[in-house]
């Protein structure tokens, strides 16, 4: 039994679960069982019945309320301790990305950037006065963060960064434009990566309260993908903050790139929550929608198209728990995440494109979830590191030679 998000239950199966055809269930312990359908209760009642819609208009408007929601159950950097963090593990927090991805990407790209990107760059890097001032309210939902790497002419290269952060005295005062930034418009805090003029220099983050002057983040529009999800631009013109602004615990390039390794493990799993979703509701419609005389589900080309499915949803869900698994014992190198977050966003796109073609003219239509995923994980192809940047990676990890320029 399936829900429009592709839940499989937690009850006990006496047949095959069409969704996890090898058992992969099996392998889950029953905590983190318990952890999933948590997440997904969430997610029935406070996302899939108003998501459509969302995505329809643009917009996230309820997204202070959602934030808190998701803050109560322990989502928003669940997988960090401490400072009201829940400290769960790994495995955990990917089960709780991949439903949340289920029902929509722009939702888990809102923890994700929560959690993984905002609240682990000031976890991991920051001084212990701004780990006390933002990671409570933040953990509960009470405070938004962003996470400004990205720039108009600076994305897969961010080397080249053009913001600057020149010291004035005591303070920092910083300048320049972030682009394609999740929450930005809605945050209470950006954490923003800016060159500095130190001579022992280099990129440093700084956390920046969106009240300061000079900071603004004005709504990007006019996306077709992602569209529950506030994305904008970040200015910053001449935005003072005092000395302590800065986090003290890396310098360089290091420091987005470590962050950034923790959000593309959470996409690892969300993807197959975008594809698991796609899939029951192609498998439901070829159960029920009848040509020459006979459900679809019953042609051979149809069930070439689930099998196929099928099989690129379990590999891909079997590759984030071996991911998951690693990362919880021993951690993992930035290869075994790209190797992740190519594969699995690449196979749920070509899993969602399928479905869309069982769904035939109904496939396009906001009714199903299919094309809503298809568009967003287009996305989550470019964010994160796109994947020429992943493939990259990968080569240089095998041949120790780096490519990128
Ligand atoms: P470019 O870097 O200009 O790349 C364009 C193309 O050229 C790509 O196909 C790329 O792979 C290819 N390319 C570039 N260099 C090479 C090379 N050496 N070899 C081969 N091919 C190459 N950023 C943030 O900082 N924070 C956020 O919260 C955030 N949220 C986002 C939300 C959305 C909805 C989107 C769409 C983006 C978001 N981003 C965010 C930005 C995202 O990380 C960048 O878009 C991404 O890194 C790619 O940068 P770019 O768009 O400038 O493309």
């Known amino acids: 039994m399936s829900t429009t998000s592709g839940k499989a239950t937690g009850t006990a199966r006496t047949r095959t679960d069409p969704l996890d055809l090898a058992g992969i269930d099996d392998m889950l312990s029953p905590e983190e069982k318990a952890v999933r359908a948590a997440v997904r209760q969430v997610c029935d009642s406070a996302v899939d019945p108003h998501v459509a819609e969302w995505f329809e208009n643009g917009e996230l408007p309820a997204i202070r309320e959602l934030a808190r929601e998701l803050g109560g159950l322990g989502l928003l950097g669940m997988h960090l301790e401490g400072y009201g963090c829940a400290g769960m593990s790994a495995v955990d927090y990917g089960l709780a990305c991949l439903e949340l991805e289920a029902s929509d990407s722009g939702i888990r790209s809102l923890v994700s950037v929560q959690g993984s990107l905002a609240m682990y760059a000031i976890w991991k890097h920051g001084s212990e006065e701004q780990k006390q001032r933002w990671l409570p309210p933040m953990a509960a939902g009470e405070a938004i963060g962003c996470f400004g790497l990205t720039e108009p002419d600076h994305g897969s290269d961010p080397a080249g960064m053009r913001t600057r952060a020149r010291r004035d005295g005591g303070d920092w005062v910083i300048d320049g434009r972030k682009m394609w930034i999740t929450n930005g418009s809605v945050a209470d805090v950006a954490v923003v990566w800016a060159r500095t003029e130190d001579e022992d220099g280099g990129v440093r983050g700084f956390v920046v309260p969106t009240g300061t002057p000079g900071f603004s983040a004005p709504l990007i529009k006019h996306k077709l993908s992602l569209r529950a999800s506030v994305t904008s631009e970040l200015v910053l013109d001449g935005v003072r903050l005092p ?6 615990g890396v ?3 290091r420091g987005p790139l470590s962050c950034l390794n923790e ?3 959470g996409i690892v799993w969300g993807a197959m929550g975008a594809a698991r979703s796609s899939l029951a509701a192609a498998l439901e419609y070829a159960g029920q929608r009848s040509q ?3 459900p679809i589900a019953g042609f051979q080309l149809t069930q070439e198209k689930l099998a196929h499915m099928a099989v690129e949803l379990t590999c891909g869900t079997l590759l984030a728990l071996h991911l998951g698994r690693r990362k919880d014992s021993t951690g993992l190198r930035p290869e075994q995440v790209s190797i992740g977050k190519l594969n699995n966003v690449n196979k749920a796109l070509d899993i969602c494109r399928t479905a869309r ?3 035939g003219a109904n496939g396009i239509s906001l009714e199903y979830p299919v094309i809503r995923h298809m568009t967003n994980l287009e996305s989550v192809l470019t964010y994160e590191g ?5 493939k990259l990676v990968i080569g240089q990890a095998m041949t120790g030679l780096p490519a990128f320029r």
Do not use: I, Q, W
């Open 386 to 390: 796109t994947p020429e940047m992943h």
């Open 292 to 294: 020459f005389g006979k």
């Open 243 to 248: 000395a302590d602004a800065v986090l003290p």
């Open 357 to 359: 073609t069982v769904l």
């Open 251 to 253: 310098r360089g390039l």
């Open 263 to 265: 959000a593309r493990y």
